[in-house]
């Protein structure tokens, strides 16, 4: 007997025969994506957002294949998640969207890495290191207009050549962020738009940055001078309202423990429910809650209605969820798939066709942004591409 040989690395270290859940990642689709997104972004530079582990695809096999694909320049959240990328590219420019903490400045500079600056604090805290350090280190600076969440206003943005703490640094980046940019006809865009244009010629010769995914594809084209999308390429649809222009990256399989068949008028998992309204034949797979897919999606109701609730392919066909999806395991109505296409051990797909990462998000009541950045370390990790 062969003895299936376990490592503990974060990603992908679960034999995939010992997995509940597989994950197929396909990192010449994540290389395509960001050329779909360059190619759009109207002769910009375009940057790649890998925060969160690359929305959930794993930062150590994404940051690679992007660089291979011609990508420079990285966004993270987290100063943690900056040192990750720093230690697969050496040579790429790597900014920390959520502001400096204090004292964090040192960390900054043995890294090489670039805080986005979001406050008068924190541009005086960066200011007086680099004073501290006699060098002008780099950094960029976040104008709010009208997220209210990180940022300088947009009044306190068009003072800032006032200000004499600029010396002391190298403003590489002014940047903000768009509201509701998959929304192709809210207004708010236009108003961002021209509110950042403004904060942008009171800063002449300072590289801008607007667009997310979304905001690439917007009609009036906000591309400045640098890109900067996340979840268009991992596959998600930055253009809702049509056809999504990605390919998907992320594939979910998950195993089937058992078949049984529940009797009418009894019910399916736990606080039942769930009821059989006839005797219906009931696949339990392993994967739950615990491995980030959404209790949210759990199907409560009776067999024969039409639930807005999780679904997976089974033999291609499309079955929903019965009952509520518990930690580490989801019950699936597999009454229409021909008895014999369907035993223990086989996969059913979770994310994958028809089922793509916005569809599962929608379903769960969420965006797909949430159903990619769940993605759990119990799955078996299974990458392919990415040479280039
Ligand atoms: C997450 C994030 C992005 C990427 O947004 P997507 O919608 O995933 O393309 C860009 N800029 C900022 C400031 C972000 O926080």
Redesign the pocket.
Known sequence: MTQLSFQTNAEGGIPEQAAGGILHIDLDALAANWRILRDNAGGAETAA?V?ANAYGIGIEKAVPALGKAGCRTF?VAHLSEAIRVRAVAPDATIYV?NGLFPGTCPTYAAFDLRPVLGSFEEIEEWAGFCRAQNRRLKAAIHVDTGMNRLGLTVPQGLTLTDRAELGDFETALVMS?FVSAEESDNPLNRQQIEAFQAVRVSLPGIPASLA???GIFLKDKPHFDLA?????LYGGNPTPDRDNPMRPVAGLEARIVQLRWVEAHHTVGYNGRWLAQDRRRIATISVGYADGYPRASSARGSSGEELLAGMALVAGRPCSFAGNVSMDLITVDVTDVPEAQVKRGDTVILIGGDLTIDEVGRRAGTIG?EILTNLGPRYARLYRGGEG
């Not at 900067?228 to 268009?232: D, I, K, L, N, Q």
């Open positions: 957002v925060k966004f969207l962020h997310n995914s979304s900067r999308p996340g979840y268009a942004y």
